[in-house]
């Protein structure tokens, strides 16, 4: 048993042996001059698993919706995206800073959708007042949440009818894709694809539930790809013999898909261990990231949860609103002993 049961991301997993072996035998070039093997093969994988005519390999997850939203946008146009969606509340307002490109949140629904009359709303009308609104960003899945396919649909739709372009932040589009083929009886790989196909570019994440170290993918159509490629350089993100770690994210799409769903399944075991607790509410969680809310004597008694779970060797983001996310290096014992460390906590 490890010293700690980690559950504050799935950025936490460290490549497995057979990972390390397979990053240790890639073919390798300099991908500057596009001849890394490895990094062509990924780029070649990951755009024809998803339907795309090509893919760009970046280091992180936040590169690669920035140079989305560069490559869509132009200094002075602006992208819809929820409050809560990383590419606006989480990189560090780049896409204004580095982009000038402008948000225009919009508050989640309950399900976490962006309501259709509020984007339709948002897009502004041909005006010099105005800036030009050109993009819509969704995010797949957000906070653990599978956004409901007819949605995703309609949405990707509308925005195409008013001549939006359509990026998907599909971080954890696996995810994503393993729930719903696991609600449609179908499988992640053609649920995947049948998602990316509905927008212009979609950026999936290896350093997540896919368990690489390092890494992301832009796919999207050859004239955006080339675009987001010359943003890429301008952000500093070509990189030498990355193929070392396109091989580990081929090895995460080779390996790594269909084993999502034990990371669903670990995240259900933590949500009912947690069940009846006075003072938690837990949310039933959709893929591998769980929700607890404390309120009352619970919320009080926040801040002395968290000093014993850290001396209980579980870890854990939060405070009133804890959340456990599960991942390749946590098993039921983890998850159990995360539970029995919580409930140890509050009285029965
Ligand atoms: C993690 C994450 C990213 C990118 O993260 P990086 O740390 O920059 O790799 C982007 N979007 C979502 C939804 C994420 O969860």
Redesign the pocket.
Known sequence: MSTFVDLRSD?VTQPTPAMRAAMMAAPLGDDVFADDPSVNALQERIADMLGMEAALFVP??????LSAIMAHCQRGDEYIVGQM???YR?EGGGAAVLGSVQPQPLAHQADGTLDLHAITDAIKPDDAHFARTRLLCL?NT?GGKLLPFEYVQAATALAKEKGLARHL?G??LFNAAVAQAAALGSSAQHEARRMAQCFDSV?V?F??GLGAPVG?ALCGSRALIDRAHRVRKMLGGGMRQSGLLAAAALHALDHHIERLQDDHALARRLAEGLHGISGLAVEAPQTNIVFVDLHGDARARAPDLMAHLADSGIRATGLYRLRFVTHLDVDAAGVDRAVAAIRGFFPA
Request: with cysteine; net charge neutral; charged share 20%.
């Open positions: 950025t992180t997850g936040t590169q690669s919706n969606a990383h590419c989480w995010e957000l932040d971080a954890r950026s994440c350093s997540k992301s």
